[in-house]
């Protein structure tokens, strides 16, 4: 398997600008996870789906972030409009809970996209 | 609350030294706990973790934790420390029931002199 891939890698936009990050989790994971990471918080949890259904957003920052997923091998991250502020590296993270359990164990990270909004 | 607490945000060792990085914890229940590295520009990746069983667990890399449940610690050690070991390292928790959260700290650089 090729791991979580996520596009792009990099993206440079201005600010009120739209901006979409896209995630492909590893194929039979039924958790997938979006990050958020900056040097001033670190590693921010902002949602987290199982079998594609939104099971905690509450580190959604605002309204300006969406996440979809609309079948088990994508995933969407939205930010409209787009700040500085929202400036970070954006990880995805995909894991599986074993058969009967509604438990997951390790994540497996993508390499990240790199935002920057001037 | 859960929460992890990696008291030290850089760590230095000589080559061939031993290192630790700390790591304390503080969840409600029994957790889960984790260890990731990040090296520059890469996504973090899995080192080891304890779920159950016995305290001392083995992971990549010749590293290693060691679950203290009295002093509520998961540190990371290696008894040998290569350069290629410098890194950025995350200890991160879980409740073993409940919500999925993962819980990750603010981080440890760890740097290893030649």
């Known amino acids: 398997d090729a791991g979580v891939i996520q596009s792009p890698r990099h993206e440079v936009t201005e600010m009120g600008q739209e901006v979409t990050l896209r995630c492909k989790p590893i194929s039979g994971h039924d958790y997938l996870f979006w990050y958020r990471q900056t040097m001033m918080r670190g590693l921010e949890l902002l949602i987290y789906f199982n079998n594609n259904v939104p099971i905690d957003d509450s580190g959604m920052p605002e309204d300006r972030f969406s996440a979809k997923m609309p079948n088990a091998s994508f995933s969407t991250l939205k930010i409209q409009p787009s700040e500085p502020r929202d400036s970070a590296v954006y990880f995805c993270?995909?894991?599986?809970?074993?058969?009967?359990?509604?438990?997951?164990?390790?994540?497996?990270f993508g390499p990240g996209t790199r935002l920057t909004v001037l | 609350a859960q929460s992890v607490a990696q008291p030290e945000d850089q760590v230095n060792v000589a080559e061939g030294n031993p290192l630790t990085v700390k790591c304390t914890y503080s969840v409600s229940g029994n957790p889960y706990l984790f260890w990731y590295v990040q090296y520059p520009n890469r996504g973090l990746q899995f080192l080891l973790k304890y779920i159950t069983g016995d305290n001392l667990v083995k992971g990549s890399y010749g590293f290693e934790a060691e679950f203290n449940k009295s002093q509520t610690s998961f540190h990371l050690k290696k008894p040998s420390a290569l350069v290629s070991d410098s890194a950025l390292y995350f200890c991160?928790?879980?409740?073993?029931?409940?919500?999925?959260?993962?819980?990750f700290g603010t981080g440890t650089r760890l740097t290893v002199i030649p």
């Open positions: 991160a928790v879980r409740v073993q029931t409940g919500a999925n959260n993962l819980f």
């Open positions: 993270a995909s894991s599986w809970s074993p058969r009967g359990t509604r438990s997951w164990d390790e994540q497996f």
